[in-house]
């Protein structure tokens, strides 16, 4: 895969951060960034000020830094900002936000030597993998602290994933094979002045929502059957008459999955007029999720690809221009978005749950158990799948509308965007899990309508959940249960064998 700063996609990102496909710097990409770089070059020979080049940053703009200092002014930019703390991000992570921040100095707006493109690269290709506090960034001027534990490690200090075993950065660049640079001018803030940490974050959220969207449908078709519901609702040319592409998608999954059922069948001339909205309305609320879905990944596709550095440099004008780039209010509006749709997956996923363990309206035993009283089954598996809801609902709210000044207010509007990742991530994380509780309770409610088959798409869920977990005859740890279809939803094997099974 060659990088020019211009042609990432999501998947491309997928196949380099998770699949650890190798990378190249294209030539054309490299001609760009030379001639950039001697913009900058002419600049620092230059004696009027020129920000972050023979200045300092930001407030401390007006401070002229003397031409034997400006190599020094990169270092010491790059130790102060490294202040992030919190949890530190997964090695994946890591990959993820040194792969976009690679990309960006490739797209040869940036002013660097192609050196310090070449080490990203090499670090991408050899596995070495920033240590990089998740908490820090306010998300304009740049995800600067975590960026700048990234560039830590790119000058031989801070610290490294290699091997997967955490050690002193220059001792993971030395064991991969490679020298720290020694930054020239405006190479330090070129390393941390962007949106990546908020972006890679969201990125690996959204693809990972995205497989989440089609296993909601998966899950609830299998529900349904186990309340004896109708996919009448479902029916295309009803969809047509409100054409949204995501509730036609979400319905034609529905109807496809519940072909040849016979448990639809036995009761296909019953009394029951209508299923609850949990239910019934499951191409309209899915539906709207998979638009969301589509709008976060138009915005990610655009800046996964988009020049964040300030100032810009352009080669072919010969102009330096400080800018606003580095904001990051679009990426944290489109991440905000992102964990409002999927906090709606665990929504009805816990409504339709509770539909199941309702004797009153499925017909199924209380907490879909025998001998109920003596074994309380499903019961608590439920509130967990309501604790976590209610959290999502506090998560939703939006963090994008905040803002606190910095930098002496000099920086005064941020966005939050790296706040709006996380709380994404951890939505996610939690719609997941409320949807591996569904999967279990609907695969037991099929026990209980056996030996009646359910339709394709039930039939297939029951068996990839009974492949790992047996029916619940009498009460046990469920805990172990729900982390085994969890783990199937966050690995991708559930998603693979869905798709494979239906192609999809």
Known sequence: MLLDGNSLTLETFKAIVLNKQKVSLCPKAREKIVKSRAVVEKAAQQD????????????????????????????????????????????????????????????????????????????????????IPSKGSVGASGDLAPLAHLASVIIGEGEAYYQSKRMKGNEALQLAGLKPIKLAAKEGLSLINGTQQMTALGALSLLKAEETMDLADLICSASLEGVLGTPRAFMDWVQQTRPFPGQIKTAKLLSHFMEGSEIYKSHENCDRVQDPYSFRCAPQVHGGVRELLSFVRHMLSIEIN????????????????????????????????????????????????????????????????KKEGLNSGFMMAQVTSAALVSE?????????????????????????????????????????????????????????????????????????????????????????????????????????????????
Do not use: W
């Open 48 to 131: 009027e000020k020129v920000y972050s080049i023979n200045t300092g940053f930001g407030v401390l703009s007006k401070v002229k830094i003397d031409k034997d200092q400006l190599e020094q002014l990169q270092v010491n930019l790059i130790r102060s900002h490294c202040a992030g703390v919190g949890e530190i991000h997964t090695e994946i992570e890591s990959r993820a936000i040194l792969l976009l921040r690679t990309n960006v100095l490739a797209k040869g707006f940036s002013g660097v030597r192609p050196e310090l493109v070449e080490i990203g690269i090499e670090m991408l290709n050899r596995g070495v993998h920033p240590v």
């Open 306 to 369: 988009a020049a964040t550095d300030n100032p810009l440099v352009n080669g072919d004008t010969q102009e330096l221009v400080s800018n606003g780039n580095f904001h990051g209010q679009p990426v944290a509006f489109a991440l905000d978005i992102l964990g409002m749709a999927v906090c709606e997956l665990a929504s009805l996923s816990e409504r339709r749950m509770a539909k199941l363990i309702d004797p009153s309206f499925s017909g199924l035993p209380t907490f879909l158990v």
């Open 392 to 504: 999502n609902k506090l998560l939703s709210h939006p963090g994008s509308t905040d803002s606190i000044p910095t930098n002496n207010e000099k920086e005064d509007h941020v966005s939050m965007g790296p706040l709006c990742a996380r709380k994404a991530k951890t939505i996610l994380e939690n719609s997941q899990t409320c949807l591996a509780i569904e999967a279990l309770a609907a695969a037991q409610a099929l026990e209980f309508r056996l030996p009646l088959k359910p339709g394709k798409g039930p039939h297939f869920l029951y068996r990839f959940v009974r492949d790992r977990v047996p029916a619940l005859d009498f009460d046990r740890n469920l805990h172990g249960d729900i982390e085994i279809i969890l783990s199937t939803l966050k690995t991708g094997e559930m998603y693979n064998a869905m798709t494979k099974e239906f192609s999809l």
